[in-house]
């Protein structure tokens, strides 16, 4: 399949492997940009469009595909409509490479997106995704308990590949990723969770991972 070599990403940042944004091992990708805003967003850094990580489909690919274990990879971001055509071109690179699923999250209802997509890029993007977890997240909604932060979000299997339904996995959990610089964050938060109180003891649902970058 052809790819538009002039298609560049904005990334926020990657997770070579997780288990926390959905069943099985897992490679992670945010993206840079959100027009939406909701509210309590748990990554209100990567609602800015300022540039962040400039890469190419197969840059990015790459990237995720660090870890050869996984079997899927979770695209959230940001908003990731937003970079419809890019992300198109890099699950298409992987799938060349990796027989993977694909779940990706989007503030916008699916509806929407299908009435919205004038040039058919969200189309495509769509035709690639096993899982689309959608709706903007709204606090109020959060139950603490179930996959997409709010219970307004729905989660659409798009394809037959029934990632989520013929897996064991726990839903709600959240990862620390302790790397050179920084920590990173990974997964669905606790209800009320903000990253000042992880020093106040407040209950993570999932390990400490030591991430070789
Ligand atoms: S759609 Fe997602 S990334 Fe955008 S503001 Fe809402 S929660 Fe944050």
């Known amino acids: ?9 904005n990334i926020a940042d990657f997770c070579p492997s997780t288990r926390a944004l959905g069943p099985g091992l897992r490679a992670a990708l945010w993206v840079q ?5 909701c ?15 400039l890469l190419s489909p197969q840059e990015a690919g790459d990237r995720l595909l660090q870890n050869s274990d996984i079997e899927g990879i979770t695209i959230s971001g940001g908003e990731p409509m937003m970079q419809a055509e890019g992300l198109t071109a890099m699950i298409r690179y992987i799938r060349e490479k990796k027989p993977i699923n694909v779940i990706c999250f989007t503030g916008y209802r699916y509806e929407a997106l299908l009435r ?12 690639e995704i096993d899982v689309l977890v959608d709706g903007p997240y709204i606090e109020a909604l959060n139950n603490g308990l179930t996959f997409p932060g709010s219970s307004n979000q729905r989660i659409i299997e798009l394809s037959h590949e029934k990632v989520l339904s013929d ?6 959990r959240m990862e620390i990723h302790l790397r050179d610089r920084n920590i990173l964050y990974v ?20 390990p400490l991972v030591m991430e070789d970058k």
């Open 39 to 53: 509210k309590g967003c748990i990554a209100p850094d990567w609602i800015p469009f300022v540039k962040a990580n």
């Open 167 to 172: 897996r064991k996995w726990t839903p709600r």
């Open 187 to 206: 997964g669905i938060p606790p209800k009320n969770w903000h990253r000042e109180n992880l020093s106040n003891g407040v209950n993570i649902f999932g």
């Open 116 to 127: 919205w997509d004038q040039t058919k890029k969200i189309q495509d993007f769509l035709i």
């Open 33 to 37: 940009g959100c027009p939406i805003g």
């Open 1 to 9: 399949m052809a790819i538009n070599d002039d298609v560049i990403l």
